[in-house]
């Protein structure tokens, strides 16, 4: 067992200094060579689950919320995206 961190979820138990549950399990999975430690979450559920909360506390997620908001994957900026908007003629 490792040590204790000082998280929260979706702004609910937030304090200063604490960090996204989503942002350190996502931190521990990717580079687990580095930290040498996982977590048991499975991160499948990071989603489904943050959506769950929202609906049940009435408090939504920002957009491009890193992990788990609707746009946090997306791609908006530089020259990809001019080439994807010319393509699609929006340009």
Known sequence: MGRPSGVH????????????????V??????SDYYGRTTGIN????????????????????RNKAIVGRNAFAHEAGISSRRNAQKSGDL
């Open 43 to 62: 991160t499948k559920l990071l989603v489904p689950t943050s959506r769950l909360v929202a609906q049940l506390t009435g408090i939504q997620v920002a």
């Open 26 to 31: 996502m931190a521990l999975k990717v580079r």
């Open 9 to 24: 979820y979706q702004r609910h138990w937030e304090r200063a200094g604490n960090c996204a549950l989503e942002e350190v």
